[in-house]
């Protein structure tokens, strides 16, 4: 019989209802009868104890707010009835010491990627089209149009059809077959953005860190790049930004600078010739087995729900400290949504400087915040609070939780690309298109999202394994879900159990034998993180 409340942690003075409960009904927990004095809805939490106004309200083991008025024992947590509170952070409290888990079952294991030059390894063979400037994003999208109709499957879209029966009044409308793909083992791709001119030059230079991040990925086999040639992001900073990441880096990068190519016609003549020569290349690397320790893999939230932090981000958690004693690298990022957990993390930093490097990186972010008129306690979104992630730091310590138990190795910026293995912490926005992108952009090769309201984020060369928090959302979106944890939720599966078959479906999915169901829907979303304001 399933529970109907559970404490996240031992010390928590709060409970989180995993099932709906009702006005009046008393539940027997830990020894003492809990009177629920209110419908409370299954995600959100009630009171363990009597709370006086100010009160400290504790989940995870950590402050996640302060009761806002007299909270009676038994009552729903509302944002009516509490407030956003954290704990003040200092430099290193405490030493750390860590317990690798046992990977005698995965240490021999292998995928079979895509192997570069410079050691890394891809998950995907990606051929990747994208401007230096919005001005060439028209030149992008014929390209675009150009490619995908001659080298990939035509594929009917089903609501086209619908379309054309409804325009035609005839209800049986016309089949029109697919054809095959020209070449079987590179996927071409193609971004757009609203960046490089326009903004200040600080926007520009992290745009160029992030696309060189992009090139420099290991799914990626070679780039086209345009350029209109009078906009901030010239070629050269894009250039010096290749060169910074990798100063040996040796795949094909095609440039081409519209203003000294004369008309359209000319230059996009020449860019499908040289393009197309230079995909046929690409197309003959093949897979070939690589250890998990070439895995690295991004670890991203989104439409977040009361169970998240209780069932897929400690899946999550538990996979990263796999792949950190496997010499795997996973990536923690989304600085809003660590608010409030930053002193366990400036504890866990292997050097001091990273410790002090995040702290910065974290009071410089949210000084920006509140210059703007807002705040970190802004971060929950209506759907958050809809199903019970109430504060800003309730919702920060569950996202923390897909970061696991291992030593910080290294502390990155926007931008900045992974150098070294195991838990990496990278500054990005909470949201969720920009974190991922950023996540990518510094060398993920996987990304897993996890959701419990559902959210179809994509890729355009990384795939975005979608985990869910609970089954009532797999089961409504299945298009969109690829692996559920609420098993853990009913009690089932332990979190070990559970992580233990992701790192498999993650094996699957590098190994090119499961597509996401991200890549499946051709979900391919970009967008850059604009520190600046616009000029």
Known sequence: MQKKIMKVNASDNVAVALVNLKAGEVISFEGQDIKVLSDTKSKHKIALERFE???????????????????????????????????????????????????????????????????????????????????????????????EKELLKQKVNPHQMLLRSLVSGNEETEVVSTTPDVFDNIDVKFITHPGGCGGIRQDSESLAKLLAGYVNNPNVAGATVLSLGCQNLQISVFKEALHNINPNLNKPVLIYEQQQMGTVDEMLTAIVKESFEAIKKANNIKREPAPLSKLRVGLECGGSDGFSGISANPTLGAVSDLLAALNGTAVLAEFPELCGVEQELVNRCVDDEDGKKFLKLMKAYEKSVVDAGSGFDMNPSPGNIKDGLITDAMKSAGAAKKGGTSPVQDVLDYGEYITKPGLNLLCTPGNDVESTTGLVGSGANVVLFTTGLGTPTGNPIAPIIKVSSNTELAERMPDIIDIETGAVIRGEKTIEEMADEMLEFIIKVASGEVQTKAKLLNQNDFIPWRRGVSL
């Open 53 to 147: 106004s100010g009160e400290r309200i504790i989940m995870y083991g950590v402050l996640v707010g302060s009761a806002n008025g007299v909270i009676e024992k038994g009552d729903v947590l509302t944002v009516e009835n509490v407030k956003h509170q954290s704990e003040k952070v200092f430099g290193r409290t405490e030493t750390f010491s860590w317990t690798a888990p046992n990977v005698d079952k995965w240490k021999d294991k292998t995928f079979l990627g895509y192997h570069r030059e410079d050691g890394q390894v891809g998950t995907e063979n990606v051929w990747l089209f994208f401007p230096l400037v919005f001005c060439e994003n028209r030149n992008i999208e014929i390209l675009k149009e150009v490619f």
